[in-house]
């Protein structure tokens, strides 16, 4: 209690009291969270050169012994392509830790964009200007009205003065029903019905009493645009639907994409628009997608946090994050520039960002939540979707000789992730080749090494200590993902133990589908026909519904359905039983020999095979317990509505994370097995070295 004051007094320094306590409060907490950050970067960076030190330890060691026993090397031209594959793991590796590496970005968050204008005089020059002009280009390609109507209300309802932003409808599908719900939205708004493929406000009209008094017109805030497509003219799919737009927005000067099924919070533009604004160079800023559809458990990792959370932040810092093709905000001037949206590849977000960022100008990635959509409801929409855009990123190839030319304005860290964002498809095709070659080894017995008792338990330790080091690496990648994100501590670390086993497995069980796609794109005389994700979650429901099983026959169909599923997880299902198969008679058979060097070999090979078959396992759970799933029907009620039907959400609480599910510590506790086998075997190898390769009950003299 202060003396001598007055109420009012007191009251006034109690407040500033507790406002600088609060101040240092934050100022700590803030500090706290810097120093974390950088102790876990530091970390990091420590980590990563250590994996890449000890790696090559290791494959130094090998190429010499490959080289000194060059003819039983040749002799089993198995374990060459084994270390082909091992070089090619290394070399991606290599590429990806210049991700790594970068720190994340140190980029202070801007106040909000301060959008009154027009309250001063005029003639003292002290009135402020008005905001920007923005477009938001919304893309629709067929989705279910309700949601695009969703969309669009909630475009509408942007915290941004009326007449300084216009809600551009670009329909791809020729809905006529999405044409009179713009009409229907533009007159509850006060404006008139619009003719044509524009729905404009009305005209201004003259009081009947005094005729120098004029009524403005309503702004034109929403507009339906549908392009005219030519047969066998190239329309572009969604780039030429952007590129539409971008000619209907000649008086704006930014312009907003988003997707049919993303809801923009009111707050958006003026929380994008200052990073553009205070920078003239910069071309672009982009969010993180959020969904609010997410699976218990998310089995299909359709959350990305690895790359929302943690990739983009730390691209951000190297001027190389990328549009993700929603959530984003264009500088007009910088695209037009440049010719518009790029039409290379079916995936215009990235390819039009490369080429701006080759141009010398700069992106922001803005890591705040304030968009949420819809992820994909069913496999056969998530794998055309991850399908697609690993297309796009292998079409980008075409486009090599400008980004990576010589006229090209990218340092040397953005042209090798550029490199990277197509090269990266190597890794799906080496794990579908390998882990077939495994089973083969494993199952015919065949040996895993040459050389001499020495050596071979020298090359065991050096192998245990790359994959003990990685493993540490990939937990400190994602501790760094927790840091960054707010709750409590126990909830981000159940999330941190779900997500990173998600990634892990997404790793392994897409790959086949991806070496299928790419076999495909081989034939490069294929069609292809775009979908959007929506249309094919929509199309596979309605096909449900129409084959509802009436009558007699119901039950048997439903049966027949229900099996030919998960046809879309044969190789999976084939893969696993294989694996279970033959791991299970290597095991009874080395009992049976009582040979300890066949244990270790078969104990060894069989716990990465039955690993991967876990990861393999993910998609076939998720289509076996899609009656228990989120569906369609669902998506109201995941939703918060305002008093006016618009769809909201709070950016704060918004996290992006699915629901717990307890299956995630299955796969946590077969990665610490994973990690204490190798530790074991380190300490083993370093024994039966220091013993001459003879324990009690283990004698590996003769064995080599």
Known sequence: MVVGLDHQQRSDVESRSRWRNHNYSVFFRDKLLYYRQEAIQFATCFLVLAYLAVTSNYFVFKFRLYVRHGRQAVASPWILLVLAFECLYFISFLISAVDNLQPRSRRSKLPPLDVEYGAGDPNEQQCPPPPPMVHVLLTCCSEPTEIQTETICAALALDYPHDRFKVLVLDDGAQDELKAICENLHIEEGGGGGGGGDIDAGSGAHDADNIDQTITPPPRRLQYLRRTKLPGVPHHFKCGNLNYGLEHSSESEYVVIVDADMILHPSFLRRMLPYLVNSPNVSFTQIPQCYYNLQVGDLLNSSSIMVYDRMFPHRDS????????????????????????????????????????????????????????????????????????????????????????????LNWVQRLLVFWHTFSIITPILNTLMVPLLIVMLSLNLNFSVGSLDENLLLVSYLSVTLITWR??????????????????SDRLIDNIQARNREESYFWWISPYMFVMLLKMINWNSSFVFKPTGNVDKQQMETNSRKGGAGAGGNMQDGCRSAGRFTQVKVHLVCV????????????????????????????????????????????????????????????????????????????????????????????????????????????????????????????????
């Open 577 to 704: 039983a294989t694996v279970i198969g033959i791991v299970t008679l290597r095991v009874v058979l080395a009992v049976k020999h009582g040979d300890c060097v066949e244990w270790f070999r078969v104990i060894g090979l069989s716990l990465f095979l039955l690993t991967t078959s876990f990861h393999l396992l993910l998609p076939i759970f998720f289509l076996a317990n899609s009656s228990s799933h989120l569906k369609p029907a669902d998506r109201k009620s995941l939703l918060c509505y305002d008093v006016r039907g618009v769809p909201t959400f709070d950016p704060e609480s918004t996290t992006g994370r699915p629901q717990w599910a307890w299956s995630a510590l299955v796969y946590e506790a077969l990665s610490f097995t994973v990690f204490a086998y190798w530790v074991g075997v380190l300490c083993l190898s370093i024994v039966m070295k220091s013993h001459d390769g003879s324990l009690g009950w283990c004698n590996m003299q003769n064995s080599f």
């Open 472 to 489: 540490i690496l990939w937990v400190v990648l994602w501790v760094d993902i927790a840091t960054s994100r707010t709750g409590r501590s």
């Open 318 to 409: 190297a001027n190389i994050a990328t549009c993700v093709g929603t959530g984003a905000v264009f500088r007009c001037s910088h695209l037009r520039s440049i010719g518009g949206f790029q039409p290379e590849s079916v995936s215009e977000d990235t390819n039009t960002s490369f080429l701006l960022l080759s141009k010398g100008f700069e992106s922001v990635y803005v890591h705040e939540r304030l968009q949420i959509g819809l992820a994909p409801w069913t496999l056969e929409a998530f794998l055309k979707q991850r399908i697609r855009w690993g297309r796009g990123a292998i079409q980008q190839v075409v486009t090599w000789n400008i980004l990576l030319g010589r006229s090209s304005k």
